[in-house]
């Protein structure tokens, strides 16, 4: 049964490395895997978005293995702000018909 | 100058009612989407449309109907609403990707829906 997977929480201390893993068995082959943050009350935002091997951008690495069913939201010494809840989302099945699946969110709770 | 708006943010009504829920996008994005959101925080497509053509209909009850005036705008409409349609609902645009995968999306405040 295909399904999107993420643990459920983390509890992290401030200046730590967090690694968040959501599993994705079913990925479509042309599609982005794309993660987001979300704080209470406001919309998801976007932080980072691959296709395959290792992106980074100011805020994040993702990592992704080369048969692309798994990927890893890297979040470098986190603080106080980091707080919140993080999803993965990717498209499954078809690449141009598959439903967008977003995982059941990770919440993150970083602790002084 | 916010980039996807919705409107309005809280709404509280009746079973049986019917309301709206409006979105814009000022980005120039071919793409909106529409998300429910549960009370476990699970996020869940509704709809998607791309250049006003409708190209994902999750299965959602068909009191549920999204209307696309112009490509800045997807609204959603809710005939007969039920206790069960109580979430938020979050609009997002996206520029089309064409064959490369659902680009970033841009996601609103979202709307409260409350039926009791």
């Known amino acids: 049964l295909a399904k999107t997977t993420q643990p459920i929480s983390m509890d992290s201390y401030e200046g730590q490395e967090v690694n968040i893993t959501c599993s994705h068995n079913n990925i479509a082959t042309n599609d982005y895997i794309t993660w987001y943050q979300q704080f209470p009350s406001q919309g998801p935002r976007f932080i980072i978005q691959g296709y395959k091997t290792k992106v980074t951008n100011e805020v994040a690495s993702l990592f992704i293995p080369a048969d692309r069913k798994s990927s890893t939201l890297s979040l470098p010494r986190v603080s106080l702000s980091d707080t919140a809840v993080y999803y993965c989302l990717v498209r499954e099945g078809s690449s141009n018909t598959g439903k967008l699946i977003f995982g059941q969110g990770t919440t993150l709770q970083v602790k002084p | 100058d916010t980039a996807v708006s919705q409107t309005p943010k809280y709404l509280v009504t009746q079973m049986g009612n019917d309301k709206s829920i409006k979105c814009e996008q000022n980005l120039g994005h071919d793409t909106m989407y529409w998300y429910k959101q549960d009370s476990k925080k699970f996020l869940k497509i509704m709809f998607s449309?791309?250049?006003?053509?409708?190209?994902i209909n999750e299965t959602v009850p068909n009191r549920f109907s999204p209307k696309s005036p112009d490509k800045a705008h997807l609204n959603l409409h809710i005939n007969s609403l039920e206790l069960g349609d109580s979430a938020v609902y979050f609009c997002a645009s996206s520029r089309n990707t064409g064959t490369s995968g659902t680009g970033e999306q841009y996601f609103g405040p979202g709307t409260r829906l409350t039926v009791t």
């Open positions: 449309y791309n250049n006003k053509e409708l190209i």
